[in-house]
């Protein structure tokens, strides 16, 4: 039979910022007793007490901090970069895309500066570049069709250490940080031990203090 410590473990775990609010403690745990009440009651069919339920949530605290701090374990760098100037394309995935992708990466090849990142779906491919390639790129892809193009954008780039990949919720913990500053994240590009946030450039100041900090805490 399901128990109240397991029904609260899995209200807590299904909504992120809240298990984070109560680890930071924030959160108001008779309020938050008062509020899932009733769906623990409907689960388990009976009556249960505020009490019970505040009770069962205290007990359930050092599991939850010491499941956060097995997340950040691997997330303590100092390598974190920012490269402005950016503009991200997006066009209608077609049979003649990747033939002009290979001819925009001919182009690329001869600087190893460039920044560059191609993601492809299953209607849409992404391309952010230098905002100096941009006629370069518009002139290749010239017979695509163009969905967006955004401008005056930048990248923070995070490079993780290898054993981060096997961590569960390491792009969580970094991103979840800029979420709860209420900035917006354009685009999520990552290779093995690289995280890229592509962000608008008005917010990269804001960003970036705010990622150092948590990084390098």
Same mark, same amino acid.
């Given at each position: 039979?399901?128990?109240i410590?397991?029904?609260?473990?899995?209200?807590?775990l299904?909504?992120p910022?809240?298990?984070?609010g109560?680890?930071?403690?924030?959160?108001n745990?008779?309020?938050?007793?008062?509020?899932?009440k009733p769906?623990i009651?409907q689960?388990?069919?009976?009556?249960?007490s505020?009490?019970?339920?505040?009770?069962?949530?205290?007990?359930l605290i050092?599991?939850?901090?010491?499941?956060?701090k097995?997340?950040?374990?691997?997330?303590? $760098?100092?390598d974190?970069?920012?490269r402005?100037?950016?503009?991200?394309f997006?066009?209608?995935?077609?049979?003649?895309?990747?033939?002009?992708?290979?001819?925009?990466?001919?182009?690329?090849?001869?600087?190893?500066?460039?920044?560059?990142?191609?993601?492809?779906?299953?209607?849409?491919?992404?391309?952010?570049?230098?905002?100096?390639?941009?006629?370069?790129?518009?002139?290749?892809?010239?017979?695509?069709?163009?969905?967006?193009?955004i401008t005056?954008?930048?990248?923070?780039?995070?490079?993780?250490?290898k054993?981060?990949?096997?961590?569960?919720g390491?792009?969580?913990?970094?991103?979840?940080?800029?979420?709860?500053?209420?900035?917006?994240?354009?685009?999520?590009v990552? $290779?093995?031990?690289?995280?890229?946030?592509?962000?608008?450039?008005?917010?990269?100041?804001?960003?970036?203090?705010?990622?150092?900090?948590?990084?390098?805490?």
């Amino acid at each position: 039979m399901i128990t109240i410590n397991e029904l609260l473990r899995q209200i807590i775990l299904k909504t992120p910022f809240l298990e984070e609010g109560i680890v930071q403690g924030i959160i108001n745990l008779s309020a938050l007793s008062r509020k899932v009440k009733p769906e623990i009651e409907q689960e388990l069919m009976k009556p249960v007490s505020e009490s019970a339920i505040l009770m069962a949530l205290k007990r359930l605290i050092p599991s939850l901090k010491e499941r956060q701090k097995g997340r950040e374990i691997y997330l303590k $760098t100092e390598d974190i970069t920012v490269r402005s100037g950016l503009t991200e394309f997006t066009f209608l995935k077609s049979g003649t895309s990747l033939k002009k992708k290979i001819q925009l990466l001919s182009v690329l090849q001869e600087s190893e500066t460039n920044f560059v990142t191609f993601t492809q779906g299953v209607r849409e491919i992404t391309m952010i570049i230098n905002a100096d390639l941009e006629t370069g790129l518009e002139k290749i892809f010239k017979t695509e069709k163009l969905i967006k193009k955004i401008t005056d954008l930048a990248a923070i780039t995070i490079r993780l250490s290898k054993e981060s990949v096997y961590l569960p919720g390491v792009h969580y913990n970094i991103l979840k940080q800029l979420a709860w500053h209420n900035i917006n994240v354009i685009e999520v590009v990552s $290779t093995y031990t690289e995280l890229n946030i592509i962000l608008h450039k008005k917010q990269i100041d804001t960003s970036f203090s705010i990622l150092l900090n948590f990084l390098s805490d």
